[in-house]
């Protein structure tokens, strides 16, 4: 079955950078959009950035111009560069998966960023 597990998470200082990264396995990666979401304590999950199977991309307003996904369809693997972290980015990170045709969706497990001084 498909399965998606993030990593990269961490504690990092306002104004630094972390990469997240998402490993998918059981299917090919060609076949979904992927995208990141997060959730900060006491809110909701919220889009963070989406690529589709064709690269094309789009982004929170919140993190345009910081942040950057990536995908590798070749090694299964979509990554989520984020520069400029401030506290407000603070959430735990989810990667998700939506198959193209099916529309059948998938979850990480998430990944905790921090962002404090």
């Known amino acids: 079955q498909v399965q998606l597990v993030e990593s990269g998470g961490g504690l990092v200082q306002p104004g630094g950078s972390l990469r997240l990264s998402c490993a998918l396995s059981?299917?090919?990666?060609?076949?979904?959009?992927m995208a990141w979401y997060r959730q900060a304590p006491g809110a909701q999950r919220e889009l963070v950035a989406r690529?589709?199977?064709?690269?094309?991309?789009n982004y929170a307003d919140s993190v345009k111009g910081r942040f950057t996904i990536f995908r590798d369809n070749a090694k299964k693997t979509v990554d989520l560069q984020m520069n400029s972290l401030k506290p407000e980015d603070t959430a735990v990170y989810y990667c998700n998966a939506v198959r193209i045709m099916s529309k059948n969706g998938y979850w990480g497990q998430g990944t905790q960023v921090t962002v404090s001084s």
């Open positions: 059981g299917s090919v990666l060609s076949f979904y959009a």
């Open positions: 690529i589709s199977s064709g690269g094309s991309t």
